[in-house]
């Protein structure tokens, strides 16, 4: 079938919005008419290639929309389900068959490689082969996804605003609830007020954590996380991180988030520690990208991990954010701003900028 997508063309090109060809599911497959998208910082890497996805290639990868066809072998999902879209994973490995599907051993192979599991692709332009991102290109009014990245959700809430629960909140939520798991009282500071770093203040407050910092270098975004739970805000450009961090605790914090892939920062959240305090890193960078620690804080029983996808079984974990958000307790729709298909390189522009959090394309 024909419909619309923003294609990547070349590197660090902006996205130019043609008409493609999507072929019918596979076995194992479902076609999925889109009604959003968000746009992701993964995605902003994959268009400048520091993420080498093959190009050309319809990024995007936190899709949501209604199943229209489903192929052979799918009966978790019918035609007709409102549904989010998440990550590939192959099901078959032993991360997957242990319930960690976030840690796939084929994971960049699948999400990154722009193929689907079979090694051939579902997205064409004339006789050019499109690579697919996540397994679902999601910059498109329509997209074949395997039936494992599929999340049958409530049809009571709008679904234009589900797509980022695919990776973003989901990722940032799920570094507070899945990974760390703080006791009620405990203290964490998250470094970058994006859409991850937003959504890890909102988990903690949902976790009654006592302290909750949020560091980053733009009012508007500092002003919104104290909005959603912060009890604490620091302006990096104002002041000496680390020095504000300990006088605000006495000893450094029980937990720290990294959320926007600047090494400096995981120094700095690693160094902000208490002792026996974890630090997750969330936020990615340009492949090589390295960062330096003092041998000597770390050895102190402070930790440091790294951090796939929340940590969770997207089919579980989305409707439990769902229901969240419909208790009032995880507003996550304060972080959104729609734009148009033909106006994704200025919703590329407005997150650069920091003028959006969370730039959701509306296809429907």
Sequence with gaps: ??????????????????????????????????????????????????????????LGHEGSGVVEKIGLGVTS???GDHVVLSYSSCGACANCLSGKAYACEQFY???????????????????Q????????ASFAHHAVVSARNVVKVPKDVPLEMLGPLGCGIQTGSGAVLNKLKPAPGSSIVIFGTGTVGLSAIMAANVAHCGVILAVDVQ?????????????????????????TIMGITGKGVHYAIETSGRPENTRKA????????????????????EVTLDMNTILFERNLNGF?????????YIPMLI??????????????????????????????????????????
């Design 270 to 289: 690693v160094d902000s520690l208490a002792v026996l305090g974890t630090a997750v890193q969330i936020g990615g960078s340009a492949l090589g990208t």
């Design 219 to 243: 009012e508007n975004r500092l002003e919104l996380a104290r909005e959603l739970g912060a009890t604490h805000t620091i302006n990096a450009k104002e002041q000496n991180v680390v020095e």
């Design 323 to 364: 229901a969240l958000y419909k208790q009032g307790k995880f507003p996550f729709d304060k972080l959104i701003k729609y734009y148009s298909l033909e106006e994704i390189n200025q919703a590329v522009q407005d997150s650069k900028n920091g003028t959006t959090i969370k730039p959701v394309i509306k296809l429907g």
């Design 1 to 58: 079938m024909l419909t619309k997508a923003a294609v990547t063309y070349g590197k660090a090109e902006p996205f130019r919005v043609t008409e493609i060809t999507v072929d019918d599911p596979n076995p194992g497959e479902v076609l999925v008419r889109l009604v959003g998208s968000g746009i992701c910082h993964t995605d902003l890497l994959a268009q400048d290639q520091s993420y080498p996805v093959p190009l050309p290639a319809v």
């Design 77 to 79: 999902i019918q035609p």
């Design 109 to 127: 192979a699948l999400n990154f490689e722009g193929k689907m599991a079979d090694g051939t692709c579902r997205l064409h332009e004339g006789h």
């Design 129 to 136: 082969h499109l690579s697919n991102f996540f397994g679902q």
């Design 308 to 316: 796939l996808m929340g940590e969770s079984v997207p089919q579980l």
